[in-house]
DNA sequence: GCCAACGTTGGC
DNA sequence: GCCAACGTTGGC
């Protein structure tokens, strides 16, 4: 089993969005080749994925996923009424990708990006890095156990 | 295949 | 709103 961190504006969909759902939801509009080929090649149902809120006066980890089932082709590149939508993606061979989430678990408070600056064993984690953008990132067991420690 | 221009991300 | 970083596009 692999862990993640997986990237999300609360504005645009926010842990307590996919905690309303009581059951999994679609996580959507990736646009990024790397993360393509993160949920079409590595990624694996039954995989863990912090729930991270950027873009935001707080940011940080927010929750648990579980990743449930398959990649599947993302339906909004195909929606001229989505913001994802991308006309040069062919209906017979779709660019984008999407995959299912459920939620393991909302943490009773933020773990702040500034508080994993500071955390000991965390030095080397991806979302940590200078000009990392990709909104969905590797984590190691080693930093997943350190960051499960920070909330007990 | 190169690479400059452009667009996006995301913390601050 | 700024801007550093870096992915994508497209002319050549």
Known sequence: MKY??????????????????????????????????????IMKAGDLAFFYHSSCPEPGIVGVMRIVGDAYPDP???????????????????RWLARDVELVAKYPRVVTLSELRATAGLEGMEVLKRGQRLSVLPVTEAEWQAVARLVG
């Open 4 to 41: 993640w961190l997986m990237k999300s504006e609360p504005a645009t969909y926010s842990v307590d969005d996919l905690a309303k759902r009581r059951k999994p939801d679609i996580w959507e509009g990736c646009r990024n080749y790397t993360v393509r080929n993160f949920f079409r090649d």
């Open 76 to 94: 909004t590149q195909f929606d001229p009424k989505s913001p994802y939508h991308d006309p040069k993606s062919p209906r017979d061979n779709p």
